[in-house]
C-alpha cells in the first residue's frame, strides 16, 4: 500500500484555493458558499488539514475551477489523470501532425535524461502527446465520426 502524504494534500488543496482566488477571484469562504454544502469553517479545516470528505472532493474542485485534488488521489496511486475529449463534433486526425507530437514527446524525455532541469518541460510535451492519443482513441471508438 502507498499511504498519502498528508502534505501533498494540503498543497493540492492550497493549489486548488490558490487558482480560485486568482482565476474565479473567490476567497476560501466564497468557495465554501459555492459549494452550497459545507460551512466556510470545514473548508478552512480542510485546508489546513489535507484531509476532507472524499464525496466533496468534485464540488471543491468545481468552485475552485482546479482539478489538483483529483490528480494527487490519482498519483498517489501511481496514476496519471489524462483530460478526455469532450468536444460535441468529430476530432479531425491528422495523423503526421500527432506522429509529430509524439516524437516531440520522446526527444522531450530523452533531453531530460540528460539535462534533469528539462524534466517539467518533458512532462508537459508529453502529457499533450497522451491526450493527443487519447483523442485519436476517442474518435476511432465512436467510428471515426
Known sequence: MNPCE??????????????????????????????????????????????????????????????FVSKQLAASSG???????TDAGPVQLDFARLQFQVAK???AGAAAQVDRSQGQEAARAITRAIEALLAMRTQLERGGK
Open 6 to 67: 498528508p502534505n501533498d494534500f494540503v498543497a493540492a488543496i492550497a493549489a486548488c484555493l490558490e487558482h480560485a482566488r486568482i482565476e474565479l477571484l473567490r476567497n476560501t469562504g466564497e468557495v465554501a458558499d459555492a459549494m452550497a454544502g459545507p460551512t466556510r469553517d470545514a473548508v478552512y479545516k480542510w485546508s489546513q488539514s489535507g484531509r476532507m470528505p472524499i464525496v466533496e472532493v468534485p464540488a471543491f474542485e468545481r468552485a475552485c475551477g482546479a482539478f
Open 79 to 85: 496514476h496519471l489523470i489524462v483530460k478526455a475529449p
Open 105 to 107: 514527446a520522446l526527444l
